[in-house]
Nanobody, 118 residues
């Protein structure tokens, strides 16, 4: 079994910052994870990609979030981070961590709520 434990969500005022973390543990080695990423789902909307990062550090962001969000990872800890700055009310959503192993298996976290008040 593989577990993804997310943390760092919460309530913040518009313009504020939050840092999300997601640690993978269980039956997955530190050399087994290819992509690590964050998705989000707002009420009544589809889940969408926020950002993803490869083991080598290549990143991809949703166009609308470039410049405000930064994804990073610590391969030795199987952990991915999402630094979110200049938060807006429209960033309110449940944020999900996802990893893709080199064997092609996806794993999802349970999600962490981010609420941005105006």
């Amino acid at each position: 079994q593989v577990q993804l434990v997310e943390s760092g969500g919460g309530l913040v005022q518009a313009g504020g910052s939050l840092r999300l973390s997601c640690a993978a543990s269980g039956s997955i080695g530190i050399y087994s994870i290819n992509f690590m990423g964050w998705y989000r789902q707002a009420p009544g909307k589809q889940r969408e990609l926020v950002a993803e990062i490869t083991r080598g550090g290549s990143t991809k962001y949703a166009d609308s979030l470039k410049g405000r969000f930064t994804i990073s990872r610590d391969n030795a800890k199987n952990t991915v981070y999402l630094q979110m700055n200049s938060l807006k009310p429209e960033d309110t959503a449940v944020y999900y961590c996802k990893i893709l192993s080199y064997s092609g298996v996806h794993y999802w976290g349970q999600g962490t709520q981010v609420t941005v008040s105006s």
